[in-house]
């Protein structure tokens, strides 16, 4: 997205499983669209374990950074991890997240705004629900942690993917919406978050 000015930058969310169930869809939109983000493709669909496994590969090193980052997580917790070779712990990681991905409708969505990536990440909290701020969606809604879910043999619950970076975004954005289900539209409130003058507010 190169050339483009910063109000164009795309992010994708998927709104899991969990969200679903528990009726927390409006809830969590509206935290986008407060911070002034547009939603420009959305839809509700059951993916396959194969989907699944796709949207969590498309990078290539995501087995590797799963893997550190969740025996990090337990060792600052002063826990022992279940697993101490990252991929390993990342192929269990895998096989949890398809079973729990593809259990029920989760909801895709693409947002368009300044900062996207990162304001939603921001607004999302931290992966495991435990360590995220009050204020984040999963501080706010969740409850779960690594401890509970690996002692339950499940993928930890956390409502929300996020892309990480624009990079991811685009990548996710391809595998889960044809060209044709984007919209591009003009949204009022966009005159008031990105016109430099503020034109056309007083008659």
């Known amino acids: 997205m190169t050339n ?9 969310v998927i709104l899991k499983p969990d969200t679903v169930q528990r009726n927390l869809v409006g809830d969590i939109i509206q935290r ?4 002034g983000l547009k939603m420009i493709a959305l839809k509700m669909i059951v993916p396959s374990p194969e989907m ?39 192929k269990h990681v895998l096989e949890r997240l398809k079973k729990y991905m593809s259990s029920g409708p989760v909801i895709p969505i693409i947002l368009e705004g300044a900062h996207s990536v990162a304001l939603v990440r ?20 969740v409850l ?23 990079d ?7 595998l889960w919406f044809k060209s044709e289900e984007i919209i591009k539209y003009r949204h009022i409130q966009e005159a008031i978050i990105y016109d430099v003058n503020l034109d056309g507010i007083l008659e």
């Open 52 to 90: 699944v496994e796709k949207h969590y590969t498309t990078d290539p090193e995501w087995m590797r950074k799963t893997g550190e980052k969740t025996i990090k997580g337990y060792l600052a917790k002063g826990l022992t991890p279940p697993y101490t070779d990252p991929i390993e712990s990342s």
């Open 122 to 141: 921001k607004l999302v909290g931290s992966t495991e629900p435990l360590m995220s701020d009050v204020g984040t969606i999963r501080g706010d809604f």
């Open 168 to 174: 991811e975004a685009e990548k996710e954005i391809a």
């Open 144 to 166: 779960d942690s690594y401890a509970m879910s690996d002692a339950d043999g499940r993928c930890i619950r956390n409502l929300i993917h996020a892309s990480g970076t624009t």
């Open 4 to 12: 483009t000015h910063p109000k164009q930058e795309r992010t994708f």
């Open 32 to 35: 986008f669209e407060k911070v």
